[in-house]
């Protein structure tokens, strides 16, 4: 096996056709996060952003994206944003995860979301979890047809809550495929704000995220679309969501809606509406991304299964930066896998989030800005 390492602006165009052609042959790398795209939209802004291409008899057949410190640590591409992570290849090419670590010069690699295939990884792998997906299938009854098919025991009170909302704000439209940039400005001022709010890393407080997002929804190509959904009630934005698609798997990545009408449900509103409208555009699959929320439980129609760990080469920085990044997440694991210590922590996050809003507002800080 022949490694050869690019940096993301070096990628050719029959680089990028040969990675399409690899994710087109194996269904389980269909993910849009495992496009080229992606990973060379993260390195954009990322400087330690690289990509090793496999190849056998010369010609390419594995892609693996990953990003770089100059002590030789290495995690996911755009890893704490990515929901799915692997070396794409073509099937039946086999490879060492040590080899590979050592060509691309890396003494450990940090994984979060791998998908669950990759079994050359499988020995450093330090644990496996749902993933939930929604299996769609194209449907022209309507989305109120659809929904009562699809959902029963949810369709009565959301179609309430909608009917609700048209009269008291304005009538209800959703719009799939929005390109108007000011709403994902909204979307992630909505979210910015809630991170805030709720206690966690504001993610859009980070300029490159920002950019990124940005320059994600601006393509629109057959392997890599970035959509943004908005749903109005008249003129108002009430929900949106971004994410990113593929010819086949629409990932659901940022969601967030306007805290003023929280008690129609705009969020389930907007998950529900991006379900059906994203099957009529063709896509078989959404994918809601790890993590325990009550609404993936009610939209779920099955689970994939994900992986975390640290694929290592013996070597000092390896093992320092095992013992200091294992525990922590070990931790929020932990605290994930019990809804009895889940609630506790997130009342105190929340109650964190509002002390820090509190003292912005006292201290006249301007706070997050979001482009």
């Not at 393509?219 to 908005?230: A, D, N, P, W």
């Amino acid at each position: 096996m022949d490694v050869t390492i690019h940096r993301a602006d070096e990628l050719s165009a029959a680089l990028r056709e040969a990675w399409h052609r690899a994710m087109d042959e194996s269904p389980e790398y269909s993910n849009p996060f495992l496009a080229p795209e992606f990973a060379t939209g993260v390195g954009r802004y990322r400087g330690g952003a690289r990509i090793a291409v496999l190849r056998e008899g010369g010609a390419p057949v594995g892609f693996f994206p990953y990003e770089r410190n100059a002590f030789g640590v290495g995690r996911a591409i755009g890893l704490g944003l990515s929901d799915c992570q692997a070396l794409v290849h073509r099937p039946g090419v086999t490879w060492d995860a040590q080899d590979l670590l050592k060509a691309c010069g890396m003494s450990i690699f940090e994984f979060d979301h791998l998908v669950e295939e990759q079994k050359p990884f499988g020995r450093f792998v330090t644990g496996k979890f749902a993933s939930p997906v929604v299996d769609l299938k194209p449907d022209d009854s309507g989305y109120a047809a659809w929904l009562r098919g699809a959902y029963p025991g949810h369709a009565k009170t959301t179609l309430k809550k909608e009917r609700r909302l048209g009269r008291d704000i304005g009538e209800v439209r959703f719009e799939f495929d929005e390109r108007d940039p000011r709403m994902l400005r909204r979307l992630m001022g909505w979210k910015s704000a809630q991170y805030r709010r709720t206690g966690r890393m504001d993610r859009f407080a980070r300029p490159w995220i920002v950019d990124l997002v940005n320059h994600l929804f601006q393509f629109r190509e057959e392997h890599f679309t970035g959509v943004l959904s908005v749903l109005y009630a008249g003129d108002r934005p009430v929900a949106a969501h971004f994410g990113p698609r593929s010819r086949t798997v629409l990932a659901a990545w940022f969601t967030a809606y306007d805290p003023e009408l929280h008690y129609y449900s705009p969020g389930l509103m907007m998950h529900l509406r991006t379900a059906e409208a994203a099957a009529r555009h063709g896509v078989t699959l959404m994918d809601l991304g790890r993590g325990d929320k009550e609404y993936k439980d009610w939209l779920k129609t099955r689970e994939l299964r994900v992986a975390e760990g640290f694929a290592s080469r013996p070597h000092p920085v390896a093992t320092a930066h095992r013992l200091w990044r294992r525990p922590v997440r070990g931790l929020r694991n932990t605290v994930n896998a019990h809804p009895e210590l889940r609630a506790p922590a997130d009342r105190l996050l929340k109650t964190v989030g509002t002390l820090r809003t509190s003292h912005r507002a006292d201290s006249g800080s301007p706070g997050t800005r979001a482009h």
